[in-house]
């Protein structure tokens, strides 16, 4: 098809690299290859029983039917009721909005309040689709580096120091991805009270992760903070604590005038997501919440083996991540370094992008490249896979980069 047909604004929109990486591994283990996937960020385990029994109950009553555009009335009770159980945060169900995972309500919401030119400040390494999703809604993003020694956390005075007149989001993810870096009560109380000092600032806290936080403080949500609750929108979701990535829910919890915003876009776009996994979605927050520990302290046991594997190979430097479930090496130490390829050819390994290429080529294990984070020298792994896999994963990784001259 001719090329002319696309829009500019897909033109200029770069694809999502962890989906990417994740379809290239998908294809490759189509073609016979033994690829071991620690690309994609998702939960490795069945979503629990009893959200699949709720599932089950609701297509057999017949919840068939358009739901209201922003979710059930029964759905958004039990999020508002889980907001001000686990978050300290008081949200009415009309100032939620459920979509199609925390990536539409994320997405729905940057449309909603980001006029052209303006900015959007987000602090990185980040998570692939926030910057795309700005530029959609034709703001612009302003980048902030947290560095490896800051801990991959930005400090008030660069949050100071990025604000400017037109500056009308913050978005920031803790516990985060792609770096697993979890900002403390000490830490965020300081950046909320930079911004108290801004009041045309919205901030928009994902905080998907939240239950993959293996800290003795726990999650500390920006909802615990009064001084901002009137311009605070959190997203969050079932993909990532229930193990419901492929369900496609999420919500947005803001400003009413925010949430209603949202849901009248979402009314000319996609309407009221899944009545099933709605339905699940509700079980999931109304349950018993055993299987969200159950499957923290499983990954707290591949985080510890998988940062084991990875110091015992020279020259890749980590923070021990105290949250999410990806490991965030920096592998600058190879960069420069080359290998014979099964063609003969001499290639040399300049970038991150070429290490992620290398290692999904002869280690056959799919990572993402720390540039698709907004830091370059660094890859992505996540370990939300089986101990086995990690263990085999690492090794070959050892092997493929002991290979490097
Ligand atoms: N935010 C972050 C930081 C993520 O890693 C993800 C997972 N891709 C999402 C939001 C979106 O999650 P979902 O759409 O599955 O709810
Ligand atoms: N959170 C996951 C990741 O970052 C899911 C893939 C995506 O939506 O980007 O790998």
Redesign the pocket.
């Known amino acids: 098809m001719e090329q002319s047909f696309i829009a500019d604004r897909i033109k200029r929109l770069a694809e999502s690299a962890t989906l990417a990486m994740s379809q290239k591994s998908s294809e490759l283990r189509a073609a016979g290859v033994d690829v071991i996937n620690l690309s994609v960020?998702e939960p490795d385990f069945p979503t629990p029983d009893h959200i699949k029994l709720a599932a089950i109950s609701a297509v057999e009553n017949n919840f068939s039917h358009y739901s209201p555009v922003p979710g059930y009335l029964s759905l958004r009770e039990a999020i508002a009721d889980k907001l001000s159980r686990e978050n300290h945060a008081s949200f009415t169900p009309a100032q939620i909005v459920v979509g199609t995972?925390?990536?539409?309500e994320?997405s729905n919401t940057i449309m909603a309040v980001v006029n052209p030119g303006d900015e959007v400040i987000i602090p990185v390494p980040a998570?692939v689709s926030y910057v795309e999703m700005v530029k959609l809604a034709e703001g612009t993003p302003v980048l902030v580096q947290a560095e490896m020694s800051q801990g991959f956390k930005v400090t008030p005075e660069q949050l100071e120091a990025a604000i400017t007149p037109r500056t009308r989001v913050v978005l920031i993810?803790s516990p985060s991805?792609p770096t697993g870096a979890v900002y403390t009560r000490e830490e965020i109380a300081a950046l909320v009270e930079v911004l108290r000092r801004h009041p045309q600032v919205l901030i928009l806290s994902?905080e998907?992760?939240e239950h993959i936080n293996y800290t003795p403080q726990g999650h500390v949500s920006f909802g615990e903070f009064p001084e901002i609750a009137d311009r605070l929108v959190i997203v969050n979701?079932v993909?990532k604590a229930y193990a419901m990535?492929g369900w496609r829910i999420?919500y947005m919890a803001g400003p009413a005038p925010v949430a209603k915003a949202v849901s009248k876009l979402q009314g000319q776009t996609t309407s009221g997501t899944s009545t099933i996994a709605q339905k699940a979605a509700e079980a999931a927050y109304r349950g018993a919440q055993e299987c969200v520990e159950q499957m923290r302290e499983a990954f707290r046991r591949r985080r510890d083996l998988i940062v084991g594997l990875a110091r015992e190979i020279p020259g890749l430097e980590l923070d021990m991540p105290s949250g999410a479930f990806y490991i965030f090496p920096c592998i600058k130490s190879y960069l420069g370094k080359s290998y014979t390829a099964a063609d003969g050819t001499r290639r040399t390994i300049s970038t991150d992008t070429e290490m992620a290429m290398y290692l999904l080529e002869e280690a056959h294990v799919a990572t993402v490249a720390g540039s698709a984070f907004f830091l370059p020298g660094y890859i992505r792994l996540s370990y939300a896979a089986a101990e086995e896999q990690l263990t085999a994963a690492m090794a070959r990784i050892s092997d493929a980069l002991a290979r490097l001259k």
């Open positions: 960020g995972g925390a990536k539409q994320l998570w993810c991805n994902d998907i992760y979701g993909s990535t999420g």
